[in-house]
């Protein structure tokens, strides 16, 4: 933790960045206990006012309690599908001049993407273009980001309690994105297990490892299909075990019985 604290500090963020987050274009109906569901993820939030009159309807801020929570949902959050509608999140900035170059900037953003799909300033009124612009927007930006080599689609949990069903692993894994395919052990050498294949890269293995489920705290990998990933897997697993037999001072016979 303490290293955790000190990689922190050494990070300097965008002028912009900062604990409160402006929301647009969220569904109408809204409430608060459903911003926290969608927010509370990235961190302790402190404060959620969502709008309720005719000019604010549609919008909220979100006050994080660390200014990093607020970065991190801000990256993540932006494009996100909330019932058929793509968010627009924003740091809050209390000055007009920040303010300004903000808009600019979304308005440069535009241009660029009105450009590259062909889309004229009268086909924006229809409804459907916006979303198929935030949506290229976010994976513009998926694709600048350079994954570690093991990361794929497909997800291997392990310790989930024996009784789980398919459809609540889909309430559990399904906030991550679309999923293609959901397999639960049946077996008794693979219950407790469980393969989920999403149609995308997600960021569910970085948020659901250690995730408690009935009092039994997920171990979520990627699925490596390679034998020279499950030869690795295999070695470290009895180097495991070796440290386990000489720790407790058992032998190999006494494992056999």
Same mark, same amino acid.
């Given at each position: 933790?303490?290293?955790?604290?000190?990689?922190?500090?050494?990070?300097?963020?965008?002028?912009?960045?900062?604990?409160?987050?402006?929301?647009?274009?969220? =569904?109408?109906?809204?409430?608060? *206990?459903?911003?926290?569901?969608?927010?509370?993820?990235?961190?302790?939030? $402190?404060?959620?006012?969502?709008?309720?009159?005719?000019?604010?309807?549609?919008?909220?801020? +979100?006050?994080?309690?660390?200014? %990093?929570?607020?970065?991190?949902?801000? *990256?993540?959050?932006?494009?996100?599908?909330?019932?058929?509608?793509?968010?627009?999140?924003?740091?809050? #900035?209390?000055? &007009?001049?920040?303010?300004?170059?903000?808009?600019?900037?979304? #308005?440069?953003?535009?241009?660029?993407?009105?450009? &590259?799909?062909?889309?004229?300033?009268?086909?924006?009124?229809?409804?459907?273009?916006?979303?198929?612009?935030?949506?290229?927007?976010?994976? #513009? &930006?998926?694709?600048?980001?350079?994954?570690? =080599?093991?990361?794929?689609?497909?997800?291997?949990?392990?310790?989930? =309690?024996?009784?789980?069903?398919?459809?609540?692993?889909?309430?559990?894994?399904?906030?991550?994105?679309?999923?293609? #395919?959901?397999? +639960?052990?049946?077996? =008794?050498?693979? $219950?407790?297990?469980?393969? /989920?294949?999403?149609?995308?890269?997600?960021?569910?293995?970085?948020?659901?490892?250690? %995730?408690? +489920?009935?009092?039994?705290?997920?171990?979520?990998?990627?699925?490596?299909?390679?034998?020279?990933?499950? $030869?690795?897997? /295999?070695?470290?697993?009895?180097?495991?075990?070796?440290?386990?037999?000489?720790?407790?001072?058992?032998?190999?016979?006494?494992?056999?019985?």
């Amino acid at each position: 933790m303490a290293l955790a604290m000190q990689k922190r500090n050494n990070v300097r963020l965008p002028p912009e960045v900062n604990r409160v987050l402006y929301i647009r274009n969220l =569904p109408y109906k809204i409430t608060s *206990d459903e911003m926290y569901d969608i927010f509370g993820k990235y961190g302790a939030i $402190r404060q959620i006012r969502v709008g309720n009159t005719p000019e604010t309807r549609g919008t909220a801020f +979100v006050v994080f309690e660390d200014i %990093f929570d607020a970065k991190n949902a801000c *990256d993540h959050l932006s494009g996100f599908n909330v019932c058929n509608r793509y968010l627009v999140v924003l740091y809050y #900035q209390s000055t &007009k001049a920040f303010k300004r170059v903000d808009v600019d900037k979304k #308005q440069e953003e535009l241009e660029k993407m009105k450009t &590259k799909y062909n889309i004229s300033t009268d086909e924006l009124k229809n409804e459907e273009n916006p979303r198929k612009i935030a949506m290229a927007l976010a994976m #513009q &930006k998926r694709n600048n980001v350079r994954l570690p =080599p093991e990361v794929n689609r497909v997800l291997y949990i392990r310790n989930l =309690p024996y009784k789980i069903t398919s459809d609540e692993m889909y309430d559990i894994f399904g906030k991550y994105g679309a999923i293609r #395919q959901i397999r +639960v052990g049946n077996t =008794p050498e693979t $219950r407790g297990t469980a393969f /989920v294949i999403f149609l995308m890269q997600k960021n569910a293995c970085d948020h659901l490892s250690g %995730f408690n +489920v009935c009092n039994r705290y997920l171990v979520v990998l990627y699925y490596q299909s390679t034998k020279a990933f499950k $030869r690795v897997d /295999v070695d470290k697993k009895q180097e495991e075990l070796e440290k386990m037999k000489t720790k407790y001072n058992i032998s190999t016979d006494e494992l056999k019985k």
